[in-house]
């Protein structure tokens, strides 16, 4: 079974600098997919971004990338340029590509709590 | 554009009682899920729904049941109620093949049993 561990229970950072939250997960597959979700405290899960396996280019968005390193079973995400509005819940969640098999669950970790100082 | 909608958004029961959380998606989404939201868990699926008609379990289906009678929508049952199911439960919704990898999410139902 897959699993995924966030070791970082809680992350500060003051606005406008930059943070990382570290995410790692075992798997024994070689194809899968992998996710950061925001979670504010209105309790809305949403997707922030995701990343391809099979894609040794790392994702962006705006102000969010990953680093994905597929042998090490790393995926962090950094937030550039840190706004009021990214305080959350952040949780990693892996899925599996064998549409054969239990793909349909998406495995998270245990979040990390991430605050903004002004 | 409602997207994902639970009912109800609260509700306070007691041991042993019964009740369902009723999950809407108006996006035509193949698939959908039960999860529950534990402090220090994460989120861990309950149900899904690949199909109108099918159901299958998840990770910690023990105490639940579920229905999808009709495409849009998924109900969550609680026969039983216990304490250990104290909980924010939240629905989501998908496409099927690739476009499972983009689930909405509704915005979640907190329940606490006494």
């Known amino acids: 079974a897959q699993t995924v561990t966030q070791s970082q229970p809680e992350m500060s950072v003051q606005e406008a600098e930059t943070v990382t939250l570290s995410c790692t997960y075992d798997t024994s597959e070689s194809d899968y997919y992998l996710f950061w979700y925001k979670q504010p405290p209105s309790r809305q899960m949403i997707l922030v971004i995701r990343q391809e396996a099979y894609k040794q280019q790392n994702a962006t968005e705006n102000r969010f990338s990953v680093n994905f390193q597929k042998a090490a079973k790393s995926f962090s995400l950094k937030i550039s340029d840190s706004q009021l509005g990214d305080a959350a819940m952040y949780f990693c969640a892996y899925r599996s590509a064998d549409w054969g098999g239990s793909n349909y669950k998406l495995t998270f970790g245990k979040g990390t709590l991430l605050t903004v100082n002004p | 554009n409602a997207g994902v909608t639970q009912t109800p958004k609260f509700r306070v029961l007691k041991t042993g009682q019964s009740m369902t959380l009723l999950c809407a998606q108006d996006?035509?989404?193949?698939?959908m899920y039960w999860y529950r939201q534990d402090p220090g868990m994460g989120l861990r699926l309950i149900h899904y729904?690949?199909?109108?008609?099918?159901?299958a379990k998840g990770e910690v289906p023990d105490g639940y049941n579920v229905s999808r009678l009709k495409k849009q929508n998924f109900l969550l049952g609680l026969e039983s109620a216990a304490p250990s199911q104290t909980s924010v439960y939240f629905c989501a919704s998908s496409y099927r093949g690739l476009g499972a990898n983009v689930l909405t999410f509704g915005a979640g139902s907190r329940l606490t049993v006494l």
């Open positions: 729904s690949v199909g109108e008609g099918t159901t």
């Open positions: 996006m035509n989404h193949e698939y």
